[in-house]
């Protein structure tokens, strides 16, 4: 299992601890951020391909900033894909 934590920029949450074994996402969790949105998003990735939640959570923005949580998440999966 691979267990990491990516250093958000440009949103609310500091941080996000991300687990992914066999390419399925088993956990995430953020640091800092909107405590429902962001426990939010962990519950609906949870058992998701990480192809499938880069996808969908890509390119999603929050206000007027030109990222979000679900966004920053997309950017440390996509991460994980081209180291592993």
């Known amino acids: 299992m691979a ?3 990516y250093q958000t920029r440009g ?3 500091r941080s996000i601890d991300i687990s992914v074994e066999d390419g399925i996402i088993r956990e995430v ?3 800092g951020g909107c ?4 426990q939010g998003v962990a519950a609906l990735v949870k058992g998701m391909r990480v ?3 880069v996808e969908r959570l890509s390119g999603i923005r929050c206000g007027f900033k ?6 920053q998440l997309a950017t440390a999966l996509r991460e ?3 180291k592993n």
């Not at 405590?35 to 962001?38: F, R």
């Open 3 to 5: 267990q990491f934590t």
């Open 11 to 13: 949103v609310c949450s």
């Open 29 to 31: 969790v953020y640091h």
């Open 35 to 38: 405590s429902g949105n962001t």
């Open 51 to 53: 192809e499938d939640a």
């Open 66 to 71: 030109s990222t979000s949580c679900p966004d």
């Open 80 to 82: 994980y894909l081209a």
